[in-house]
């Protein structure tokens, strides 16, 4: 009897088991305080295109099969501990990055080895790769399958030609994601205690540079000489004596607060305080780097007293 219950029972198949608790219908598994412990997020289809057995080479579900993707990443002002968490993991599962001159060796470091690094930089006067000829590698590396970031200093929306590059990704149908960054005027404003925005004395905020791609200033002074609205000025050291003289012309006082920052947010900030009068000559004597942000407005001398005392008399009464 004990034999033929045996026979019986070596013939029954297994049943199937049930999923583990900590594990979902895809195999992925999960600590019990919720966080993911799978640490290879290439496999994710939401984040990365399919890797195929060849590394580097991918077929995207958001695009033509073998077309790879285009992340244009914003790197914030400088401190790498302001870089998004998305920004952080793409960089590391990038297969090629395509960096501005602002970002600094430590945020680059992020991405550890393995991605190819390809330097896309640009200054006053120098552009070391044409932007026509950096929509062209972003084109290349996507239509050879690869995951590609184009990180650039601060919003690659706010003054980083993002959206040109957009456009470009676009006409050629390669698949294009933004990935937001802390843009420098919100950075450099945190770092140096100026408020952008405050009842008291500024009810809006206008973010402009300190002249167009064919080298003009602006035209509509009006919008920029009012006494309850701050300014801020990207890429506005060259053009700061005429920009602070054309302000001056149309009905700001000389005594006007202003504060140019370099370096925001990093170790080596550096702050430049004065007036319309006088702070193209300071920031000059200062050797200040470029680029650096200029703030103009009441609110720069927000924590100076004296400096308020002596621009009260030319502002609008209190902001309700």
Not at 26 to 31: D, L, N
Not at 265 to 283: K, M
């Amino acid at each position: 009897m004990f034999r033929g219950l045996c026979r019986a029972l070596s013939g029954l198949k297994p049943l199937p088991q049930k999923p583990d608790a900590a594990t979902d219908a895809r195999g992925r598994g999960f600590s019990p305080d919720g966080a993911s412990r799978d640490t290879d997020l290439k496999a994710s289809p939401r984040h990365r295109a399919t890797v195929t057995p060849e590394r580097g080479r991918r077929f995207s579900p958001h695009g033509a099969p073998g077309l790879g993707r285009v992340y244009l990443v914003g790197a914030g002002p400088g401190d790498p501990e302001l870089l998004t968490r998305k920004a952080e993991r793409l960089l590391r599962e990038a297969d090629v990055i395509l960096h501005d001159r602002l970002v600094s060796p430590a945020i680059l470091a992020l991405a550890g080895p393995g991605p190819e690094r390809v330097y896309a930089g640009k200054k006053c006067g120098d552009h070391h790769v044409p932007q026509g000829r950096t929509e062209e590698l972003l084109i290349h590396y996507a239509r050879r399958g690869l995951s590609v970031v184009r990180l650039k200093g601060g919003d690659p929306f706010i003054f980083g030609r993002g959206g040109e590059e957009q456009d470009a990704l676009r006409a050629a149908g390669i698949p294009c994601e933004v990935v937001p960054g802390v843009t420098a005027a919100l950075g450099c404003a945190a770092a140096t205690g100026i408020p952008l925005t405050h009842r008291d004395y500024s009810r809006s905020v206008l973010f402009l540079t300190g002249h167009d791609r064919d080298g003009r200033s602006p035209d509509d002074w009006s919008t920029l000489t009012r006494r309850d609205r701050t300014l801020v000025v990207y890429m506005g050291l060259q053009p700061l004596a005429d920009f602070c003289a054309g302000l001056r012309a149309h009905g700001l006082s000389d005594d006007w607060p202003v504060a140019v920052i370099a370096e925001g947010t990093t170790d080596q900030q550096r702050i430049v305080r004065g007036t319309l009068w006088n702070i193209a000559d300071r920031a000059a004597g200062a050797g200040l780097p470029s680029p650096a942000l200029t703030l103009i407005g009441r609110v720069v001398a927000a924590g100076d007293d004296r400096a308020l005392e002596r621009t009260a008399a030319a502002v609008a009464p209190a902001i309700d």
